[in-house]
Structures are given as structure tokens and as C-alpha cells.
């Protein structure tokens, strides 16, 4: 079984703090994906990365970084967290395979700035 | 941008009653649509995807139904039972990335 773990469920920060959220998956799977999720917003991605030392931006980037030292870790990094950057955070990771876009979700941090 | 519209937004059915969501995308270059079931406190796990090349796929009590030309694709729930309420995602997919619909809340009643 593919298995993606979160460094944290929950986690509470004050305005102004740097934030590291962490993501292990532990199926050699090339792609890792950061979302956000909100209520009656779905799921919008933030970075994503096809490998190695490689980002790309996604949909919502700004006052997000990544990080992608080693295949099966991911992190994403909030500079000066906000209180509209409270929000559940989901990593995900796939395979690069032609027409194999299957993506398995970690259980989710719950991130709350004051 | 690409979207996926998802409809209803919450959806509520009678235990042993049939449940059905729909999604449509914009983006025709789509050819992977999946579907994610998130229990409350988890992760989204996925529980059915069909490719394109396909029109219909069938898993024990859960159905998809994907409609190319008309750029739309269903869920279908048989025989609802109480632990099948959850949120549930459609997303579409092309070049790796996934665009997700903004989900249905599913409530089965005892």
C-alpha cells in the first residue's frame, strides 16, 4: 500500500512565524503534490513537483515555497504565515507514468495561524 | 482557466436509496477522471477513475459513467449504506496534474 504521512495533524503558529509542513511517501512515486483545502473551495494546488530539486507553481503559489531535497519528501514552507493561511494542507504523490495521473493523499495537517 | 464543476454540493438519501453526482470539465485535452472519498479527519482516498477510452467502469456498488463529447462524467452510489456518507471529489487530469471538483457532501440516512 502507498503510503503518504504528514509531519503534523494539527498545528498552530502565530502571524509572522515561519512554517515547515513535511510529506514522506514511501512508494519511490517521481511526482509530490501540495494542496490547500477550504470549505466550499475544494481542493486548489499550491506547488507540485515531477522530481528531485524541481518545483513548478500551481494554482494559489503566493506566500508558499517548497522544498524537494530527496525523492520521497516534500515540504512545504510558509516564509511569514498569515491568518487567511489557516487551512487543512494535503500532500499527495503519483507516479510519471503515460496516462497514470493516480494520486494518494496523506491524512492532512490542519494548520491554524493566530 | 480549467475548471470542473461538481453538482449537488450536499446530497442527502434514505439508507438503500441511490445517490448520484455530476461533474463537468472544460478542459477537452482531459483523459483520466478519478474519484476521491474524504471521511471526516482524512485524507481523500481514491475509489473509482476512468480513462477515456472508456465509456463505463463498475466497482461492487459504485458506478462512473463518462460522457467525452458532452464533457461530463457521473458518480453512482447503489444501495447506500450509512458509511458511505463522506465528501466526495471528482477531479479530471491531463499531463499529470488533476483539477478537482469542489465536492459533495453525501449524508445516508438510517
Known amino acids: 500500500d502507498v503510503k503518504v504521512t504528514q509531519s503534523s495533524r494539527y498545528l498552530v503558529k502565530r502571524t509572522g512565524e515561519k512554517v515547515f509542513l513535511e510529506c514522506v511517501q514511501d512508494m519511490d512515486h517521481e511526482n509530490m503534490f501540495w494542496y490547500r483545502q477550504d470549505p466550499g473551495l475544494g481542493l486548489r494546488l499550491i506547488y507540485f513537483s515531477y522530481d528531485v530539486k524541481m518545483k513548478e507553481k500551481g494554482d494559489i503559489p503566493e506566500g508558499y515555497s517548497v522544498s524537494r531535497e530527496k525523492k520521497e519528501r516534500f515540504s512545504l514552507i510558509l516564509e511569514s504565515a498569515s491568518t487567511n493561511q489557516t487551512s487543512m494542507y494535503l500532500c499527495a504523490s503519483s507516479l510519471r507514468v503515460t496516462g497514470g495521473y493516480e494520486q494518494y493523499f496523506g491524512p492532512g495537517t490542519r494548520l491554524t495561524v493566530t | 482557466g480549467e475548471n470542473v464543476e461538481q453538482h449537488p454540493s450536499t446530497l442527502s438519501v434514505q439508507e438503500g436509496d441511490s445517490a448520484v453526482i455530476k461533474c463537468t470539465y472544460s478542459?477537452?485535452?482531459?483523459?483520466?477522471f478519478p474519484w476521491y472519498k474524504q471521511e471526516l479527519g482524512k485524507g481523500p482516498q481514491l475509489i473509482i477513475d476512468?480513462?477515456?477510452?472508456?465509456g463505463e467502469k463498475k466497482d461492487q456498488r459504485i458506478a462512473v459513467t463518462l460522457n467525452k463529447t458532452a464533457k461530463h462524467f457521473s458518480l453512482h452510489i447503489t444501495e447506500t449504506q450509512p458509511e458511505d456518507s463522506a465528501v466526495y471529489f471528482c477531479?479530471?487530469?491531463?499531463?499529470?496534474?488533476?483539477?478537482f471538483g469542489k465536492g459533495t457532501k453525501l449524508s445516508v440516512k438510517p
Open positions: 476512468i480513462r477515456s477510452n472508456v
Open positions: 478542459d477537452s485535452a482531459s483523459n483520466y
Open positions: 477531479a479530471a487530469g491531463s499531463q499529470g496534474n488533476l483539477i
